[in-house]
Nanobody, 125 residues
Framework: QVQLVVSGGGLVQPGGSLRLACLAA????????IGWFRQAPGKEREGVSC????????HFADSVKGRFTISRDNSKNTMYLQMNDLKPEDTAVYYC??????????????????WGQGTQVTVTS
């Protein structure tokens, strides 16, 4: 059974950093591509970043490119989203997800079928 458990959200000032974690349960992390999404109030859910199953290919939305990085620790079966230089417009509920495939590309964001619970990230002064 595929389960994803998200942690690491919180309140941070503009310019600050947070690291989100997505713990994979029921499957080895390196088996599937994993991605991050976010949804701000009143807005559609947005694909933020993804990583292919072995980590060789990653993608970032233009809005976070250069500020966010994605990494995986297979020994902990956990995917991370490191968010630096946070801005108020990054405020959203963040989710991790998988499509049970191996690839990370633009189409990944429309293929996902398994979701972790969301975690709130609030960027405010």
């Amino acid at each position: 059974q595929v389960q994803l458990v998200v942690s690491g959200g919180g309140l941070v000032q503009p310019g600050g950093s947070l690291r989100l974690a997505c713990l994979a349960a029921g499957f080895p992390l390196e088996a599937y591509a994993i991605g991050w999404f976010r949804q701000a109030p009143g807005k559609e859910r947005e694909g933020v970043s993804c990583s292919s199953s072995r980590g060789g290919n990653t993608h970032f939305a233009d809005s976070v490119k250069g500020r966010f990085t994605i990494s995986r620790d297979n020994s902990k079966n956990t995917m991370y989203l490191q968010m630096n230089d946070l801005k108020p417009e990054d405020t959203a509920v963040y989710y991790c997800a998988t499509d049970q495939g191996s690839g990370c590309d633009l189409a990944f964001y429309s293929r996902v079928g398994y979701w972790g619970q969301g975690t709130q990230v609030t960027v405010t002064s």
